[in-house]
């Protein structure tokens, strides 16, 4: 007689097991980061735990914010916490594409060229102050952000796994940048904004660096080895049909705003729908929920909106229309 029920269940034990440690695993990953970054970047838990999220997503993320708030800081202290190789570019006006990605140079005991990597080519890279760099050289880094890789005189070199760029730009200072084109602005998977810290948490930050950075005294919580898997595991959480018909639907109602010039490209749903898995598994759930993708709508796709001009002169931006279209967009209910 064939206990082909019995193995069934034993199969989806097994299954059901391997998901609740993978998002073990996920949680683990996150608190011990959060932890770790949250000793140096005081009182900011929501924007720590979205820039984990983007690392968790293997997404790039922008910090507008203004001078002084821990932009710098946020990249060091996420650097030093999974043991990852480090890179900073300061973007100027004066600089080239080969400063970024390096550049072949001939050498004359071997009568050959020999590629000298420039500093794209670490796991985690700080691109600092990125809209002061011409369009030329930011376009250095739109290969690097989708592809994973960069080519220079013809030879393509694949980046280090895992690879994350957080790039920074003040948005008060106008003369001598050069604002980022729509294309560079859609390769980010989210944007974010620090703010400034509560007269408590500046008291803290006071005290805290009195005698030494905190960031010097930071130790490795997790390795890259546990970084991957849990990338992985993000994209085994379950997202049922009506939430990636939702995600399409606020997409979509982006695109028709009477507001909006250019709506999120598909780019944007993509983003939106995977950061809804790394807020489900965070929160140690195997499925996804409305309030995952509503909660995470304005930081992935408000940078991705084009306002129009008469939509400008009203004080009306990206976020607000974002808004909007959650506010107008039905919800979708429970399932049976």
Known sequence: MSNYPQDTRQGQRAVNDQRSQNIGLVQHVAEHIAQSVGQVIIGKR????????????QGHILIEDVPGVGKTMLAKALARSIGC????????????????????????KTQEFEFRPGPIMAQIVLADEINR?????????????EEKQITVDGFTYKLEVPFLLLATQNPIEYEGTFPLPEAQLDRFFI????????????????????????VEEMRQVINVQELVAA????????????????????????????????????????????????????????YVIPDDVKALAEVTIAHRIIVGPA??????????IVQDVLLSTPVPGASP
Do not use: C, W
């Open 231 to 286: 990338q992985q595991a993000i994209r085994e959480v379950y997202v049922a049909d009506e939430i990636k018909q939702y995600i399409v639907d606020l997409i979509n109602a982006t695109r028709h705003h009477p507001d909006v010039y250019l709506g999120s490209s598909p780019r944007g749903s993509l983003a939106l729908f995977r950061a809804s898995q790394a807020r489900a598994a965070m929160a140690g759930r195997e």
């Open 191 to 214: 944007q974010i904004q620090l703010g400034y810290p509560s007269p408590i948490e500046e008291l803290t930050v006071l005290a805290s660096q009195q005698y030494i950075h905190p």
């Open 133 to 145: 760099a011409t369009p030329k050289t930011q376009a250095a880094l739109l290969e690097a952000m």
């Open 46 to 57: 929501n924007e720590i735990r979205l820039t984990i999220l983007g690392l968790l997503s």
């Open 311 to 320: 939509a400008r002169i009203k004080d009306i931006t990206s976020r607000t």
């Open 85 to 108: 190789s480090f890179n900073r570019i300061q973007f100027t006006p004066d600089m080239l594409p080969s400063d970024v990605t390096g550049v072949s140079l001939f050498n004359q």
